[in-house]
């Protein structure tokens, strides 16, 4: 499909350049041979004497050197002409190509991401069909297999929530003005690290307590859980995660640092597309997910025209930094 669209809008910036090309040759030549003309005719005029040249064959010399300039004129146009083209025409179809480019790659992403999102959707439906069905099917169902029943399905039910919030969140962020105020990330970063309950214990603040940066709070906040989140979930149960907060030029944030099995070289450039999880049978456990929200952080960091780097390897420390624009600094408009 794209490849037809890329070879139409070729032909048409060449016509377009080939219509141009036509029209300053016709108004070239116009002009040349008249100039030609003119030139040819005062300096024959003015050399007629020295020659002795009759009427007649005075102007049969002129029309003969008139005609060869404009045959002249008419080869050096149609030449240039031909260039013209062959160039425009390898430059209209590179043009063409990076016209549409951006439209394939979020179309290409559209279609990826359309996929990605029935398959998560239809896992846990077919799931919580196949419950139902076995026990409307069983006559002699118990109380406490019904409960069970209930609770898995509450569980599928939960994470399709989840699932569905962030969708969202991330269409939302396509096409959002983020509304920007001063935040102290100190006390963001303790407030969400009280929603971890039993593992707050297990995640560390350090650094400068004093920085702020120019940011939407509840954006903010949901950085900072989905990372502390990450981190707690991939790391041993006993082992410490650590949130330093600092500054860098003109920007500050936090590093998020665990211990754990890192992440390999080669799946460390795709942990931020959506849906992307390193696990290819995309099953994990308790620590499953649906592989939205690094998708999301990314979102977020972007907007506020900030800055996520990451670096892993198996086995060893993971570090996740994420810098936004400081408070005096005046901020980059929202993409």
């Known amino acids: 499909m794209f490849e037809s669209a890329t ?41 007629r004497p020295s020659f002795n040249l009759s009427p007649t064959k005075y102007n049969n010399i002129r029309d003969s050197q008139v005609h060869e300039a404009e045959g002249n004129l008419i080869g050096s146009l149609i030449i240039t002409n031909a260039c013209i083209w062959l160039v425009g025409g390898v430059g209209s179809y590179y043009l063409a190509r990076r016209t549409l480019r951006p439209i394939k790659e979020a179309h290409e992403a559209q279609s990826r991401f359309s996929s990605d999102a029935s398959h998560e959707l239809r896992t846990p439906l077919a799931s919580m069909k196949t419950e139902l069905e076995v026990a409307l099917r069983d006559t002699h169902l118990k109380k406490e297999e019904m409960r069970e029943l209930l609770a898995s399905n509450l569980e599928e039910v939960n994470k399709l929530t989840k699932l569905s919030q962030t969708l969202l969140q991330l269409s939302q962020l396509d096409h959002h003005n983020i509304e920007r105020e001063k935040v102290a990330l100190a006390p963001t970063a303790k407030a969400v690290i009280e929603r971890f309950g039993n593992s707050e214990k297990r995640v560390k603040l350090e650094g ?42 003109n920007l500050s944030g936090f590093e998020i640092t665990n211990s754990g099995p890192g992440i390999p070289a080669a799946i460390l450039p795709h942990i931020f ?63």
């Open 273 to 335: 597309d959506r849906f992307y999880r390193a696990d290819a049978s995309r099953t994990g456990g308790d620590k499953r997910g649906y592989g939205l929200g690094l998708s999301l952080a990314k979102r977020i960091v972007e907007l506020h025209g900030g800055e996520l780097t990451v670096s892993s390897a198996p086995n060893a420390l993971t570090t996740f930094r994420i810098l936004l624009p400081n408070v005096a600094q005046n901020p980059a408009k929202n993409q």
């Open 7 to 47: 070879i139409k809008l070729t032909a048409w910036y060449l016509a377009i350049i080939v219509a141009v090309s036509i029209l300053f040759s016709v108004v070239i030549y116009s002009i040349a041979s008249s100039e030609v003309g003119n030139r040819i005719g005062t300096l024959q005029r003015t050399s």
């Open 208 to 249: 400068d307590k004093t920085l702020s940066v120019n940011a939407n709070t509840s954006n903010i906040e949901e950085l900072l859980t989905i990372f502390v989140d990450n981190a707690l979930k991939y790391s041993p149960e006993n082992s410490a995660v650590i949130i330093t907060l600092l500054r860098q030029k």
